[in-house]
């Protein structure tokens, strides 16, 4: 529908404020519901009284009871935040009761929605904060766009919102994005972005572990599955508990099916443990799909579907969210478009940039990686851009080619980007800027041509806002991000075992499946370098033909009974405590991070498995 004009919607609100009943189509139907809730509310139009906000340590405990929901989420308002800023509008992420939890975008803008309140901790439910976006797709459970007057408070009518519910799997408001702006700026692909973002939130939601159940992803199209686009049905035996819009448009069903409906009535022949096959629904319609059994129960195939493909044994594990990525990502590149990998430490981010670049038409070019974190401040900049003879003291006579200039018709690839120094984020960003490359010493510049990939397990967008980061650099890097799952999120963590295992100690015939859920069960707080680290070990400690146990993994197998006394040195006995506490909060390491009073990324740093 149409914005209704300034005019039409003063005329509107002061009939409809004055008693009078409206015609039909004056006003947006959900609009004009939203304010008869209001009205019978009792809440006063004219009324400029807040909601207090939340204390520091109450926004920390909404903060930590929504973990989930903002790491999920994360991605998407780092993306959306370059958007906001060109609109000059803040994007909000939201708790299901409405309750901001981040908000994100225009620092001149973030100003003035701080004057009505539009903050962290503050409540927007339609029962405090009259009709607006959030609380009105709350109470509606549908995405909506609240246009200036729309909104119930006057005081809000600087506002243009469009925000969309997110749902969990299991049909459960989990929270709503938003994006606000001037009500007197266009902001016509606000709506649009956000129901995206929220696509691929919600889609990320199935990413989590449905261990127990069977997960039916599917789509007419092949290629599609694997993406937002595909169709996610889970079954708990035969009873439908949990799905995505797509796949209850898919098949003609609503949310109210959860739980009520069955694999039968939905399709003719799900096989279970299958992968990609073809699936015939009861409405008539055939997929492509992907089917995935539940943990520990024997794979039976029903059906035409043919038998599940082996795990890919060679090259790197991604799961179905990451190829999507990388099939994203090839196309970035291609298009000379710089990426951002984000993810924690060992979640395969160099692997994934180098996998990457044997897929684009850059592949027969240099791969240049540089870690800014592993080199002396005062050498990264001789070491990227090169230098001329006699530079600085201890350059070499002849001068040297700097990294960027090796990768010429390739890819740099900068690891730990949040470790360059301010100052040579500037050089960096004009360098990105003019693609043009000056050594140190005064050298000709000369013109080079590069796709810059750079990598993080930091919050550039803090450092950003803490000043340690540059914004200009960080738009300019960050125009795509992909970020990479920790192990602890991925939904199959066996395949990863058995893919990994065929890898580094297949010549040792294959781990027996006790060994394999024992491995895909432990918490892998350094992801797959730590995996991989201890299948190597395996692999040593055993003869090829003997059956492989954890047993003779001792220090990092799952204690059993009584603690056993601890031995060994200072470092071993610091790290066999924070393994122990990790484990006893089921791998949630902000958690044992805050048990044993240290700050998560140390417990990152003591964990991680060197390779
Ligand atoms: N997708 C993958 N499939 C199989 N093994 C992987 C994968 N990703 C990473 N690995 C293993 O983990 C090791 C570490 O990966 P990588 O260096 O890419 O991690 P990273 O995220 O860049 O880590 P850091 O942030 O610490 O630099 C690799 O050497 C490889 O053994």
Redesign the pocket.
Known sequence: MQPVSVAALAAAREKFFSGQSLPDGLVPAPILRSWQRCAEQGLDAGSSIRAEPMTASELRALHEQNEALRLLSRSELVSLRTEARLTDSVVILTDAKGLVLDTVGSPEFAGQAAEVSLRPGVAWSETSTGTNAIGTALAERRAIEVHGGEHFFEQDGILHCAASPIFDPYGKLAGVLDMSGHASTEHTHAMGLVRLAVEQIEHRFFNRAFDEMTVVRFHRSADLLGTTREGILVFDGARLVAGNRRAMHLVGLDRKALRQSSMDAIFENVGLAVDHGELRARNGERYFASVSAPRATTPTVIGTLPRAPKPRRDG???TAETQADLAKAIRLVNAEIPLLIT??????????ARHLHGQTGRAGKPFIAI?CAALPESLIEAELFGYEPGAFTGARKSGAKGLVQQAEGGILFL??IGDMPLLLQSRLLRVLQDKEVSPLGGGTPSKTDFVVIC?T?RELTAMVDAGTFRADLYFRIAQFTIN?PTLSDMPDRSAVVE??WS?LGGSHGQLPPTTVNQLADRPWPG???EM?GALRALAALHDPGETITLQSLAPVAPSVGPTPTLTGDLGTLTETAMRRTVEQHSGNLSAAARALGIDRSTLYRRL?WK?
């Open positions: 790197p594990y991604f993810g924690e430490t060992g979640a395969g981010k160099e692997v994934f870690n690891d730990e990598a397990n990479l893919v990994l890898q992801n797959f370098r991989a991680v390779n």
